[in-house]
């Protein structure tokens, strides 16, 4: 069972306009929220995160959105760049407790 | 500061076979996770090493263990090689508090069974 869904597998986008990545959870018990952004032959990093008692985050140009009623969170880039470009996974846990749980991510590509 | 380091980077194994993959956490941390990434799919959870004890295991087979040692660094075998054990296989070093947070993840080890 696929408790946390990234529908689109791939998303391309313009350089300098905004990236919106989506995702869908079905466990309710989840309460903390993570983007993770992988390059080739890298392992994932961490972008950025959010708690379930918030609805919005911003880091720089990275913002994610929490929406609990409908299960549903997205990370928006603006502007996005070249260097975006990569595959971002949908992260959810539940704190206290030692596992993460990964969507299946979805490709960016910027082009120029 | 070196990051979290997995060896090695390939592997082929056949059916059947054992294998044991290792990892050495970032410096200053003691926690280490183990998770598999098979072909187009996130990374899912195996298990979790703190203090040399497993803490908390994903849903995986018996066939997946693993072991911490003194220095914090890990293993993780697979025995009883399937097909469907080829994947990637990354670990990732965390400090305890916020274990859900900031996972640094090492590169991986591409594992192959034919």
């Known amino acids: 069972d696929q408790q946390v869904k990234q529908n689109s597998p791939s998303l391309s986008v313009q350089e300098g306009r905004i990236s919106i990545l989506n995702c869908d959870y079905t466990?309710?018990?989840?309460?903390?929220f993570l983007w993770y952004k992988k390059y080739p032959a890298e392992g994932p990093t961490f972008l950025i995160s959010i708690s379930s008692i918030k609805d919005k985050n911003e880091d720089g140009r990275f913002t994610v959105f929490l929406n609990k009623s409908a299960k549903h969170l997205s990370l928006h880039i603006v502007p996005s760049q070249p260097g975006d470009s990569a595959v971002y996974f949908c992260v959810a846990a539940i704190q206290g407790a030692q596992k993460l749980v990964f969507g299946q991510g979805t490709r960016l590509t910027i082009n120029p | 500061d070196a990051g979290v380091t997995q060896s090695p980077t390939h592997l082929i194994k056949t059916r059947g076979q054992q294998v044991t993959l290792r990892c050495s956490p970032k410096?200053?941390?003691?926690?280490v996770s183990w998770y598999q990434q098979a072909l187009g799919q996130g990374p899912q959870f195996i298990f979790q090493?703190?203090?040399?004890?497993?803490?908390q295991r994903g849903n995986f087979p018996d066939r997946f263990s693993g072991h911490q040692f003194p220095n914090y660094s890990s293993e993780l075998n697979v025995n009883a090689l399937l097909l469907g054990d080829s994947a990637l296989y990354l670990c990732?070093?965390?400090?305890?508090?916020?274990?859900?947070?900031?996972?640094?993840f090492g590169s991986g080890t591409q594992l192959s069974v034919l």
């Open positions: 990732a070093s965390s400090t305890p508090g916020r274990l859900d947070e900031k996972l640094f």
């Open positions: 090493y703190y203090e040399e004890e497993e803490r």
């Open positions: 410096s200053g941390h003691d926690t």
């Open positions: 466990n309710s018990m989840f309460d903390y």
